[in-house]
């Protein structure tokens, strides 16, 4: 059971790793500004292959490795380490991939001079707001409303929970760990519940605050991509903000009616869990890629985009006091980012997830 | 409709927003009524700070070309609305005056500068009669 969860998992985080220079934009290749003039530049599609290829092969290696080493390993402690060791090999082998072709391409983009003398300039389209997408507040109000009343409903049937109340559940959805039933315990699960909400709520949220980015040499197809990348994030995060609510509402209630737990009745739960969040992760992806701006060929113009590559540092984190934005799409990875010099991203996801933690030290 | 503005321009981004409206009003591709975005959007999008936006804004209502309701946000004003004053013109004839000068000084004829006024003009309502 274990092997198969965490293989599904490192299967899924390998392909992601493999296929990341190939999902996120064209003009940037590993982090860095690539002017729409020198997009096809022959050394840039060969390090993006490379960088596959190698990631790819190594991460079937690893992978073969483990299962040979869970099967000869008896104890689970090991066999957990080889597991989770196998993983950040492969996560360290791709990152260390990344910073060598970062490094390659800014020296290359150097040399070459690559937009020196193109002018810079930021489009936006005063419509594009109007067409935006993204889910309206209420949909993500649904799940708090949800939790509210467990936490309302746990501290009414206080008395009829047992003396110890189950925190922590193996991946076979069995609870593995437990605490004395106090009004903090009780309702410790319910709570945590609610800040993962928060921040959910306060992810989407932010991300609809954020810019819309056009590219000025491909104004109408960059704007089609921004808005169903928007779309389909907001989708996402809302199901994974359900399946949440669900597993852990489920879970909950076995605390409360513990005839629930009996059996294997709870695995389910857990499998579907799992399958909603790395499905709808899966489906997030091919949308991307389905949406994203092609290039045929180096593009004659006198103009690009605005070149912020001053702004990430290692291309990898995003700080931009000018920047109103607190979210801005990853430049190598699927997703988002965080604006780190927007005070504003700090209180809305850094306070619930500190709260978060709180819960979690007092009470599990 | 795009706009498009230069960061490293020497002309505020302010300025180039307000100019960047203003034109594609004058093209037809903003009509009376239609609303803009919401200052804290357009800074978003644009990436500048939201002070910027709101000059620009105030600038455009200042000039009688938006209204900026409470609720709705900034609207584009009527032809009616923004009926021509005599203050406008002067204004229009002051911004004019700089660029003539220049014209002259460099030895420009009235007609050539005629011809300009003429082109400009003409360049702005094609793609107006396109649509």
């Known amino acids: 059971m274990l092997l198969g969860v965490f293989i599904s998992i490192y299967i899924m985080t390998l392909v992601l790793q493999m296929i990341v220079p190939f999902i996120v934009r064209e003009t940037i290749v590993f982090g860095v500004t690539v002017p729409d003039q020198n997009i096809k530049h022959p050394v840039l599609a060969n390090m993006k292959k490379r960088y596959a290829q190698i990631v790819g092969g190594t991460g079937i290696v690893l992978l073969i490795v483990m299962i040979i080493s869970y099967n000869i390993l008896t104890s689970e402690s090991n066999q957990s380490m080889v597991l989770l060791g196998c993983l950040f090999s492969m996560l360290t082998l791709s990152m260390v991939l990344y910073w060598v072709n970062h490094q390659k391409i800014l020296t290359l983009k150097k040399q070459e001079q690559w937009g020196v003398n193109i002018k810079q300039v930021r489009a936006v389209d005063l419509t594009a707001r109007s067409r935006d997408e993204m889910l309206p507040w209420s949909f993500f109000a649904i799940p708090l409303g949800i939790a509210g009343f467990l936490i309302i409903y746990s501290i009414l049937h206080y008395d009829q929970m047992p003396t110890n109340i189950a925190v922590h559940w193996g991946p076979n959805g069995e609870a593995d760990a437990w605490r004395n039933k106090t009004y903090l315990s009780a309702i410790s699960l319910p709570l945590s519940m609610l800040m993962m909400q928060c921040m959910m709520w306060g992810i989407t949220d932010s991300i609809k605050r954020s810019a819309i980015k056009i590219a000025v040499n491909r104004k109408a197809e960059s704007l089609e991509d921004q808005l169903k990348t928007r779309k389909y994030m907001s989708w996402q995060i809302l199901l994974v903000s359900y399946a949440l609510t669900v597993l852990l509402t489920v879970l909950q209630l076995s605390n409360i009616y513990p005839a629930m737990t009996v059996g294997y009745k709870l695995l389910p739960v857990f499998v579907l869990f799992l399958a909603v969040v790395l499905g709808s992760l899966f489906i997030y992806v091919v949308k991307k890629r389905k949406y994203r701006v092609r290039y045929e060929e180096n593009i004659d113009s006198q103009i690009m985009d605005v070149d912020e590559d001053r702004y990430w540092r290692g291309g990898l984190i995003y700080m931009n006091r000018q920047d109103p934005s607190i979210f801005v799409e990853k430049r190598f990875g699927v997703g988002w980012t965080m604006n780190l010099a927007n005070p504003r991203g700090y209180i809305v996801i850094v306070l619930p997830f500190l709260l978060l933690l709180l819960i979690s030290i007092f009470s599990l | ?131």
């Open chain 2, 1 to 131: 409709m795009f706009i498009q503005i230069e960061p490293q321009s020497d002309v505020p981004i302010y300025e180039q927003v307000t100019r960047q409206i203003i034109e594609g009003i004058a093209r037809g591709d903003m009509k009376q009524g239609d609303t803009l975005p919401s200052v804290r959007s357009l800074a978003a999008d644009l990436g500048v700070n939201m002070h910027t936006v709101n000059k620009s804004y105030h600038e455009l209502e200042a000039k009688g070309i938006i209204a900026i309701r409470a609720k709705s946000g900034a609207i584009i004003r009527s032809t009616e609305e923004r009926a021509l004053t005599h203050a406008q013109l002067q204004q229009i004839e002051k911004n004019l005056k700089p660029v003539v000068a220049e014209g002259m000084v460099l030895g420009a004829t009235v007609e050539q500068i005629e011809h300009m006024m003429k082109k400009v003009f003409a360049d702005l309502q094609i793609p107006a009669e396109g649509v």
